[in-house]
């Protein structure tokens, strides 16, 4: 179905499933208890769960496939948001014009980069998406200040003259919309004790996040994707078959500095502004946990490294002392006090240790990322079901 094969059509399946219940999903805890805190289901944080998931599928496409390692990848995203950003001043706060020039760009500007890049493998590759990654950053944030907006960032304002919307009133935002229907427009939905919030932009980044992981599935299944893994595999025996791969790997930076674009794009239609922060160096490095942290290589395993760093990043960030007090309350208060003293570094502004510990057990004992980890307690369960079925078979019957 859909030109998928069975298995991946039920990884499909399930993946527009959670997408689309993710504001139940995401909100376990009813409103008002204590662990409340921890319910991700508000639509700010779930439009950055599949937008970023978006960027590390397509991130995916060329270090999963062809073993390329971009640390340039931000670049692509920052110059999606600054295309949206312009189509929102000078066309219509409509989206849809302001995502298709995003992922035009950002494929130009990939297709620039990737050609000057792809001349080098291996390290000197990644240092040369670094390298420009980081002048684009230095051009965004200090040189093409008329363009970006610099250090302060580019929006959309009231007083620019959109080509196919009427005039703003006085004191009126200009706000993305989808031919009429506002990204912030929320509906809430109350069951007893839980809140349940369903926002129109997250939906509209969630359907867009459908549509790039199944062209990522045909990708991986098409010829042109087993192309791009025998370049991982050994791209010197291809050189002596007399096969270039240089088109291939070309082909497949453009295309995932596309994706990078898009979800620069959906960035800018869920919040219009874009700033020159999201070019640095420590931005393509949080695209590489993602997808490492998930299971490059694998289908599903850059989406849950999104969202696996995008929660640590939302939730564990915001815990603070009067929280781990809350939490310790009833132990005694010599004992409080050591279990926060060893806590507190771990959360709050030291979520960045927790998110680090945790990566390095799962490259040491999950080298495929949480896919591998998925896969072995799935293989345990399956072993235990056989046996118990092999001892029902031989038990004799009374």
């Keep these: 179905m859909l030109g998928l ?37 508000y639509p700010d944080l779930m439009q950055r769960f599949v937008i970023f998931g978006i960027l590390a599928i397509g991130f995916n496409i060329l270090f999963g496939l062809t073993g390329y390692l971009s640390f340039g990848h931000a670049a692509f995203l920052g110059v999606g948001s600054y295309a949206a950003v312009w189509m929102f001043k000078l066309l219509s706060m409509n989206i849809v014009p302001a995502i298709l020039l995003s992922v035009v760009i950002a494929g130009l500007f990939s297709l620039v980069i990737g050609f000057v890049s792809l001349r080098r493998s291996g390290i000197y590759f990644s240092i040369l998406t670094l390298a420009f990654a980081q002048m684009s950053y230095a051009l965004a944030y200090s040189v093409l200040t008329p363009l970006t907006g610099g250090e302060t960032g580019l929006q959309p304002k009231a007083s620019d003259v959109r080509l196919f919307d009427g005039a703003l009133e006085a004191g009126e935002n200009a706000t993305p919309s989808l031919f009429g229907l506002a990204m912030r427009d929320t509906y809430e939905m109350s069951v007893g004790s839980w809140v349940f919030t369903f926002n129109f932009g997250y939906y509209v980044a969630a359907v867009m996040m459908i549509l790039a992981f199944y062209i990522s599935i045909r990708i991986f299944r098409s010829p042109f994707g087993m192309m791009l893994r025998a370049i991982k595999s050994n791209q010197t025996r291809m050189s002596y078959t007399g096969l270039n791969s240089k088109p291939y790997t070309l082909a497949a930076f453009v295309i995932s500095g596309m994706y990078a674009g898009l979800a620069g794009g959906l960035l800018v239609a869920m919040d219009p502004q874009a700033g020159a922060e999201r070019m640095f160096w420590t931005a393509s490095g949080e695209i590489v946990l993602m997808t490492i942290l998930g299971g490059a290589g694998t289908l599903i395993g850059p989406v849950l490294g999104a969202g696996f760093i995008k929660y640590f990043e939302n939730i564990v960030s915001k815990i603070n002392k009067a929280t781990l007090e ?22 709050g502004k030291g979520w960045h240790l927790t998110l680090g510990l945790l990566f390095m057990l799962v490259v040491i004992f999950l080298p495929g990322g949480l896919v591998q980890g998925g896969q072995k307690i799935a293989a345990i369960f399956r072993r ?3 046996s118990d079925a092999k001892d029902g078979a031989t038990t004799p019957a009374e």
């Design 384 to 386: 235990k079901k056989s």
């Design 326 to 347: 809350q939490w310790f309350y009833w132990m005694p208060d010599g004992i409080e006090d050591v279990m926060i003293a060893i806590v507190y570094p771990f959360v």
């Design 5 to 41: 094969e069975k298995k991946d059509f039920r990884l499909m399946l399930i993946v527009v499933v959670l997408t689309l219940l993710a504001p139940f999903i995401l909100n376990p805890f009813p409103e008002g208890s204590e662990l409340a805190q921890f319910n991700a289901g």
